[in-house]
């Protein structure tokens, strides 16, 4: 079991940038594959980005491509979420997911592909 829990969430300006973190209490961050998602008003939960277990492998929405940067560091036992040129778009609750798997070099995309969720955290962009 790990628990997950977000960080760094704000009001920020069109333009500017923030950095999510999520911090897993438990088994360090190399042993799961993770990702993060955001779930706008009246909208479904999408991802955003995700890493493989080796860190080696990534992916990225077509939104935030070029934009948004997924990282983990597994000393701390933490996953980031470095997000530049923010735009209003950009506003919802972000969301920390992991999920043990065996492949190192998978990145998965679906919300059932992760059974860790954290507890979310809002972000919130100013036009």
């Known amino acids: 079991q790990v628990q997950l829990v977000e960080s760094g969430g704000g009001l920020v300006q069109a333009g500017g940038s923030l950095r999510l973190s999520c911090a897993a209490s438990g088994r360090t961050y190399s042993r799961y594959t993770s990702g993060w998602f955001r779930q706008a008003p009246g909208k479904e939960r999408e991802v955003v980005a995700a890493?493989?277990?080796?860190?080696?492998?990534?992916y990225y929405a077509d939104s935030v491509k070029g934009r948004f940067t997924i990282s983990t560091d597994n000393a701390k036992n933490t996953m980031f979420l470095q997000m530049n040129s923010l735009k209003p778009e950009d506003t919802a609750v972000y969301y920390c997911a992991a999920a043990v798997r065996t492949d190192p070099s998978g990145v998965y995309l679906g919300r059932s592909d992760y059974e860790f969720w954290g507890q979310g955290t809002q972000v919130t962009v100013s036009s």
């Open positions: 890493i493989s277990r080796s860190g080696f492998n990534t």
